[in-house]
């Protein structure tokens, strides 16, 4: 970090590309409640539509999904007067700052990210620009709050760099020292939870089958079967937990369990180390259940009043605009843009 002091403040989103998952939850949202809940940082959580339109998006169901989400963080327990909950798009800074930041990433910094080598694949010469350029927007979205701190999985670290490198060309090329170089933070037992499917997979909400994941708007008993079909394999759980290493299926369901329970994993193969997976898997869907029905029921029942949902946004995008349009305007000073 530089030596000015910043505001400790958090900033995460998530793509409002499709229904949450548990995935989401334990890796993404409950930690954004985590640390709402500590009160050292401010924090700002947001849907990222723009991210979104990278690839073709249903406007219909974009609307849809961008409110389905919000509903997703409050009924989790982000709190919409302790945090700052926003819209993207209805933070025009973001966009404007990533203008700026495109002009000072490098292409070949962008070409290395692999999340685009990922997507776009072979295809890459008809991937959208605004695909291969994401990145800086990521970058904009974190910094035009000047967000010390960011929660992150695994497979976002590459882009949090990518971030403090731009921050530090940016303070690099201008002589300042305005830009704060962010922080991940990665913790915690599930921060990637895996396919019900294919253990060595992320659980996405774009799998093609539905039993690879858990939907927070699956109802129990949804969440119950798909617990008890998840693949695993013959043996019992071993007696600790260096003996799931070639077992991913396996290790996967006791990460979930790990963190839907707030216990770390040896406490969990204390419990159930030697059972077979027909006492575990029980005991793993009425926790699930127990954890999960609460959110699902007031997700249901916010989606029932999106004027309310709405309303939350804007008054989320107007505290939002508060913090980051004096940081853009000092931003086109520092560029030499006329105001």
């Known amino acids: 970090m530089s030596d000015t002091r910043f505001t400790p403040r958090v900033f995460s989103?998530?793509?409002?590309?499709?229904?949450?998952?548990?995935?989401?939850?334990?890796?993404?949202?409950?930690?954004?409640?985590?640390?709402?809940?500590?009160?050292?940082?401010?924090?700002?959580?947001?849907?990222?539509?723009?991210?979104?339109?990278?690839?073709?998006?249903?406007?219909?169901?974009?609307?849809r999904n961008t409110r389905e989400l919000a509903a997703g963080f409050i009924a989790s327990g982000i709190d919409p007067e302790r945090s700052i909950l926003i819209n993207q798009?209805?933070?025009?800074?973001?966009?404007?700052?990533?203008?700026?930041?495109?002009?000072?990433?490098?292409?070949?910094?962008?070409?290395?990210?692999?999340?685009?080598?990922?997507?776009?694949?072979?295809n890459a010469e008809n991937a959208s620009l605004g695909l291969f350029a994401y990145p800086a927007l990521m970058a904009a979205d974190i910094l035009i709050y000047h967000a010390t701190h960011v929660p992150v999985g695994e497979d976002q670290k590459q882009h949090l760099e990518l971030t403090r490198d731009i921050a530090a060309k940016f303070n690099h090329d201008y002589g300042?020292?305005?830009?704060?170089?962010t922080e991940p933070v990665i913790e915690g037992a599930a921060t990637r939870v895996m396919?019900?499917?294919?253990?060595?997979?992320?659980?996405?909400?774009?799998?093609?089958?539905?039993?690879?994941?858990?939907?927070l708007t699956d109802d129990a008993d949804t969440i119950a079967k798909k617990i008890r079909k998840a693949k695993t394999d013959p043996e019992p759980l071993p007696e600790d937990y260096a003996g799931l290493a070639e077992r991913p299926e396996a290790r996967n369901l006791v990460n979930i369990c790990a963190a839907l329970s707030d216990r770390n994993v040896d406490e969990v193969m204390a419990e159930y180390g030697g059972a077979q997976f027909g006492t575990f898997k029980p005991a793993l869907a009425d926790l699930a259940v127990a954890k999960?029905?609460?959110?699902?029921?007031?997700?249901?029942?916010?989606?029932?009043?999106?004027?309310?949902?709405?309303?939350?946004?804007?008054?989320?995008?107007?505290?939002?605009r508060a913090i980051a349009a004096p940081i853009l305007d000092e931003t086109y000073r520092i560029v030499g843009m006329v105001r």
């Open 89 to 122: 798009s209805q933070v025009p800074e973001h966009a404007q700052l990533g203008w700026i930041f495109n002009c000072v990433a490098r292409m070949g910094w962008m070409g290395r990210m692999t999340q685009w080598k990922d997507k776009a694949g072979k």
């Open 292 to 320: 999960l029905a609460p959110i699902t029921d007031e997700m249901a029942r916010l989606m029932q009043d999106q004027a309310e949902i709405d309303r939350i946004l804007a008054r989320g995008a107007e505290r939002a």
């Open 176 to 181: 300042v020292d305005f830009f704060p170089l």
């Open 13 to 63: 989103g998530i793509q409002p590309s499709g229904g949450l998952t548990l995935g989401n939850y334990l890796g993404a949202i409950r930690r954004f409640v985590d640390m709402q809940e500590a009160g050292s940082h401010e924090t700002i959580y947001c849907m990222v539509d723009m991210h979104a339109i990278t690839v073709w998006q249903d406007p219909a169901d974009l609307a």
């Open 195 to 215: 396919s019900l499917r294919d253990g060595t997979k992320k659980m996405s909400k774009s799998d093609p089958s539905d039993a690879s994941r858990i939907n």
